[in-house]
Nanobody, 124 residues
Framework: QVQLVESGGGLVQAGGSLRLSCAAS????????TAWFRQAPGKGREFVAAINWSGDSTNYADSAKGRFTASRDNAQNTVYLQMNSLKPEDTAVYYC?????????????????WGQGTQVTVSS
């Protein structure tokens, strides 16, 4: 089993920045890739960014390109999502996910483990 715990969400004004963290524990050696998804009220969960477990390959949704950066601290088994130039439409619960099969995927079905989510609210 892998446990994922997100942190770093909060309330920020439009144009501001936040950094989300996702700490992984348990059988982390089984992880091939991790990703960030988000779910706004009344909407489905959508892909934001993916990073492989070695931290040297990333993939972003069009909405995140140029504003968000995924990274990994190998020593801490933690992945991050740096979010800059935030917009009100970025308001959502952000989830970290881990896959034991693939890396870089944008498909929810790829991911075996999910965190509890962290709320990000961007005010206009």
């Amino acid at each position: 089993q892998v446990q994922l715990v997100e942190s770093g969400g909060g309330l920020v004004q439009a144009g501001g920045s936040l950094r989300l963290s996702c700490a992984a524990s348990g059988r982390t050696f089984s992880i091939y890739g991790t990703a960030w998804f988000r779910q706004a009220p009344g909407k489905g969960r959508e892909f934001v960014a993916a990073i492989n477990w070695s931290g040297d390959s990333t993939n972003y949704a069009d909405s995140a390109k140029g504003r968000f950066t995924a990274s990994r601290d190998n020593a801490q088994n933690t992945v991050y999502l740096q979010m800059n130039s935030l917009k009100p439409e970025d308001t959502a619960v952000y989830y970290c996910a881990a896959s034991t099969r693939l890396s870089g995927s944008s498909a929810k079905s790829t991911y075996d483990y999910w965190g509890q989510g962290t709320q990000v609210t961007v005010s206009s």
